[in-house]
């Protein structure tokens, strides 16, 4: 029986590598395509054809005997994958951005971090090389950037558990940055210690103040147990490496468990199991988003002390039709009891309604900030 297993877990892995070698070729000729759309302006999307293609997946899925839901979903994140692709390649070659040499990008962590994951799946399908280099704080990465010892700057913004992260708010509201981009990755965090020991057995764990409260009701059912903030996830599962003490563990992706060889003991430990954590890619120069494709606006705005000053302005996104997904307040430096808002809005700045109401509320706000209009991605499993 042993052996019968061994057999076919030997096909299956074959038809496993097949596959991804199929996705690969399809990804290349997705890059043709691109290439041709380019040269002759053609739009990235063809929704006639993809309807199209979706029938024949969901006649030739029945034709298979596969469940043609599967194959349909499993499409769609292909459809998505490529129309990413190719907005990514349009932005770049519409704002002369090289595509296909090295890049340099900067993040806070090391080896292994959720952020150094995420600048290598914003750039890695573009660029032939990707160089992330990782630095302690979220300001080094970004004075990393200003200094022009790298091309970008990856910073996570928000997270679907804890919230906002005020320090990159601090970072783009304040320093002469652009947000150019952003990349949505799902986040799953795990428990790793040196040995394969029971959870009851750990006494301390490491990790980044954002991840231990993205994963409290997992802690709160240890109280023996004392958590630690570390400077990142990643550097949390390095450091218990470097201790070799079983009594000690990280919280981290499993990719810094393979990284450092360390044992996952708990698996997807986050208090939600859709868990996502938004990053936005800073550059020196803003980047013009093409009219065709989905974008997103980033501002910063002061209002006055007026009663009513910021409702005002908000309504002024009403009356033009501007869908406004996030806002965020902030305090000023050395400005007590007075606030920077920041807003998150779909639409393009090249769109004449929405720049129009982009001028009325610069007309209302004591201050308003473009602080970068970008592709809106979506969140992926």
Request: hydrophobic share 35%.
């Amino acid at each position: 029986m042993t052996d019968h297993l061994d057999s076919i877990r030997k096909k299956l892995d074959e038809i496993d590598r097949n596959i991804l070698k199929a996705l690969a070729q399809r990804q290349d000729l997705v890059k043709e395509v691109s290439e041709l759309k380019l040269k002759n302006e053609k739009g990235i999307r063809d929704l006639e054809r993809e309807e199209q293609l979706l029938n024949r997946i969901r006649d030739l899925a029945h034709e298979v005997g596969l469940d043609r839901y599967f194959a349909e979903h499993l499409f769609r994140e292909i459809i998505t994958n490529s129309v990413r692709f190719q907005t990514h390649s349009l932005v770049d070659h519409q704002n002369e951005r090289s595509n296909g040499d090295a890049i340099r990008v900067s993040y806070q962590g090391t080896d292994g971090a959720y952020s150094q994951q995420a600048a290598i799946r914003h750039f890695s399908e573009r660029y032939a090389k990707v160089d992330a280099i990782g630095f302690d704080t979220f300001q080094q990465a970004a004075q990393a950037l200003m200094d022009e010892k790298v091309d970008y700057a990856i910073l996570p913004i928000e997270n679907t558990t804890a919230g906002s992260i005020n320090d990159t708010y601090d970072i783009v509201g304040n320093e002469n940055v652009h947000i150019v981009g952003e990349e949505i990755l799902k986040v799953v965090h795990c428990l790793m210690a040196v040995e394969q020991v029971d959870v009851t057995k750990i006494r301390r764990i490491l990790s980044h103040p954002q991840a231990i409260a993205q994963c409290s009701s997992f802690l709160s059912r240890l109280p023996r147990c004392k958590v630690e903030s570390y400077l990142d996830t990643a550097m949390s599962a390095k450091k218990v490496l470097e201790d070799g003490d079983i009594t000690q563990a990280a919280i981290a992706g499993a990719h810094a468990a393979d990284l450092y060889g360390l044992h996952v003991i708990e698996h997807d430990i986050a208090n939600q199991s859709e868990n996502y954590t938004r990053f936005v890619v800073a550059s020196k120069t803003p980047v013009s988003v093409d009219l065709q494709i989905p974008a997103k606006i980033s501002l910063m705005m002061v209002t006055s002390n007026d009663e009513g000053s910021l409702i005002e302005c908000l309504n002024v996104l009403h009356k033009h039709k501007i869908n406004m997904s996030k806002l965020e307040s902030r305090p000023r430096m050395n400005e007590p009891w007075k606030y920077s808002f920041y807003l998150d809005i779909h639409g393009n700045t090249e769109d004449p309604e929405v720049a129009a109401g982009l001028e009325e509320l610069q007309e209302k706000a004591e201050e308003l900030k473009v602080l970068g209009c970008y592709p809106k991605e979506e969140a992926s499993s």
